[in-house]
């Protein structure tokens, strides 16, 4: 009787041990997988481009850039529920919105052109002038901008707050119902994941010496020497994180002033932040003002050496490029600078 107890006892407690033990491990697993996940989250950066760093206070989460991704896609975020984030940086339209301006509720016109969103992960600021140094700081803008989005902070977290399916992803995500921040938050998450890499160039740069056409070829040389593009696009983003009057727009009597309005130095006038160039094929037409439509015009501004100012970088001036040099540097931005898994998100479901 003893000995029964004693090895009842005995497999109670291996018992015990096996379940405690299993349960640990579970936990364990559930973590590092979630840890993973989030890893995947954080770490999926295509080739040429450096590491995406996260706001401490804003770490992603798949479920975090879900939601973001749907907020971004939603039009119930504009006043009369007709422009989404999508409806001027679209995927299709390399993440911009194909016109010369971008078009917000009623029809209005701003008056710069939509940038792109891709790479905006490794922005040091925001907008073409830089006033806003995060994206999400950035992304509260145009909600509120009476001609884009058009709609107030309480009337948009009250609309949101209706929506069951939104309120039930911040509570598990952010632990709170919908609130502005957290907005923020989410959409700023998952355009963090919104990047351009992986381009022939970035394979010619890895040692591919035939990643580029020939074309592309002389055309990165022409890029990178004759006509110095790289003193300002530069780096794995094509750009200094700087400002400069490259000579766009000067011709105006009231022109865009650009940085100086963030920053009154003379040098600021009509200067603007250097654009990343990844994709550039795709985001027509260019410039702050978009007034120029096509990448050969582009390359004819830079050889014309821009609209002569007294703010002119130092960097601008007339270019002596061969007809086939300007050919060969327009195919370089083409093709050269083309990712190879662009990301063409398609629309999300949306809760309701
Ligand atoms: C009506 C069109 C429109 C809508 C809607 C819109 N944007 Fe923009 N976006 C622009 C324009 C135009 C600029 C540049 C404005 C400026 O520089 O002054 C811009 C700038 C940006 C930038 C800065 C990019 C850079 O390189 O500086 C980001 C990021 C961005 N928008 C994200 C968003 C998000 C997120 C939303 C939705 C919450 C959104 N936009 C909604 C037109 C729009
Ligand atoms: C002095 C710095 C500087 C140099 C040199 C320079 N760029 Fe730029 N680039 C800029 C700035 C700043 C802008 C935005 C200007 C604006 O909108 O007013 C820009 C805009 C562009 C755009 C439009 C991007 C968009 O999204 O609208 C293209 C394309 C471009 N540059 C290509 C080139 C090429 C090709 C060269 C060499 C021939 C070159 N750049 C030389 C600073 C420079």
Excluded at 75 to 85: F, Y
Excluded at 241 to 257: A, T
Aim: charged share 25%.
């Amino acid at each position: 009787m003893e000995n029964t107890s004693d090895a009842l006892c005995g497999r109670w407690k291996l018992f015990g041990l096996t379940a405690g033990l299993s349960a640990i491990l579970l936990v364990f697993s559930l973590a590092f997988g979630l840890q993973a996940a989030d890893e995947d989250a954080k770490s999926a950066v295509p080739a040429g481009l450096g590491k995406v760093s996260h706001p401490k206070d804003n770490l992603p989460t798949a479920e975090k850039i879900s939601l973001g991704k749907q907020l971004y896609w939603d039009k119930r975020l504009s006043k009369d529920n007709t422009i989404a984030c999508v409806s001027c940086h679209d995927p299709k339209k390399g993440w911009s919105n194909g016109e010369q301006f971008a078009t917000g509720v009623d029809g209005q016109k701003g008056g710069r052109n939509s940038p792109t969103v891709l790479n905006t992960a490794y922005g040091q600021f925001q907008f073409w002038d830089g006033r806003e140094p995060s994206l999400e700081a950035q992304a509260k803008g145009p909600i509120q901008n009476p001609i884009e989005m058009a709609i107030t902070e309480k009337a948009v977290v009250e609309k949101l707050n209706k929506i069951e399916g939104y309120k039930q992803q911040f509570q598990k995500v952010f632990k709170t119902d919908v609130t502005f921040d957290n907005m923020a938050k989410a959409i700023a998450a998952y355009e963090r994941t919104v990047l351009a890499g992986n381009s022939p160039f970035d394979r010619y740069k890895a040692g591919d010496k035939k990643a580029l056409s020939e074309a592309a070829e002389r055309g990165r040389y022409v890029f990178f020497n004759k006509a110095l593009c790289s003193a300002c696009h530069a780096g794995p983003n094509f750009t200094d994180n700087g400002f400069h009057n490259v000579g766009i727009g000067m011709d105006k009597k009231e022109y865009d002033v650009g940085r100086f309005a963030v920053q009154k130095l003379g040098g600021n006038r009509g200067a603007f932040k250097t654009p990343t160039l990844r994709d550039i094929g795709r985001s027509a037409p260019y410039m702050h003002d978009g007034s120029l439509k096509t990448l050969e015009e582009v390359v004819e501004h830079y050889v014309g050496g821009g609209i002569d100012n007294p703010f002119l970088s130092e960097d601008i001036f007339p270019l002596k490029l061969t007809a086939e040099e300007k050919k060969d540097l327009v195919t370089f931005l083409k093709e050269g600078l083309k990712s190879g898994d662009y990301p063409m998100h398609e629309a999300p479901k949306l809760p309701e």
